[in-house]
C-alpha cells in the first residue's frame, strides 16, 4: 500500500526515530510502512494519521503527493521522489544509481537543494524521462 508518510514528515522536518517513538513503533518499522515493504496495521494507520494531523484516506493513497497535499505544489521543483515511488524503487538503490549519497538525494527529492547539471543528466537517464518533465521550474 502506498503511503505519504515519508513526504509529510519530511516537509514538517519531523525525524524518523521522532515520529516512530511518539507512535510507539520501532524506527525501522517505520521506515519498513514508509518505504511500502510492509503493511501497517489499522492501529498503526490510526495513530498515524493523527500524529501528522491529516485523514487516513489522504495519507495511504496511491495518488500523486501534490494531489492529495496543496502544500506540496508550492515550491516543488522537480519529480523524483514521486517517479521513484512509482518505480518501486528504494532511496537508497536509486542513489547509487545516481552516484550521490542517500541524504543527498533526499535533500534533492524534497527541493532542499538544487543539484548540479551532470546529476540532472544522470537522473532524466536513469528515470527515462526529459530533464524538464523531471526538474521542474519552480512554482509560485
Not at 96 to 116: R, Y
Request: net charge positive.
Amino acid at each position: 500500500m502506498n503511503n505519504h508518510i515519508y513526504m509529510l514528515r519530511k516537509k514538517r522536518a519531523i525525524k524518523q526515530y521522532d515520529m516512530a517513538r511518539a507512535l510507539g513503533v520501532s524506527p525501522s518499522y517505520l521506515s519498513k510502512i514508509e518505504t511500502g515493504s510492509q503493511e501497517p496495521t489499522e492501529k498503526f494507520k490510526i495513530a498515524c494519521s493523527k500524529y501528522l494531523k491529516t485523514s487516513i484516506e489522504k495519507l495511504f493513497n496511491d495518488g500523486a503527493v501534490e494531489e492529495i497535499y496543496p502544500e506540496f505544489t508550492t515550491g516543488l521543483n522537480n519529480r523524483l521522489w514521486a517517479k521513484r515511488r512509482e518505480m518501486g524503487i528504494k532511496q537508497y538503490d536509486m542513489a547509487k544509481k545516481l552516484k550521490v549519497s542517500t541524504p543527498f538525494l533526499s535533500k534533492v527529492e524534497l527541493g532542499l537543494l538544487e543539484p548540479p547539471d551532470a546529476f540532472k543528466k544522470l537522473a532524466s537517464k536513469v528515470f527515462k524521462m526529459s530533464q524538464n518533465e523531471l526538474f521542474l521550474s519552480n512554482v509560485e
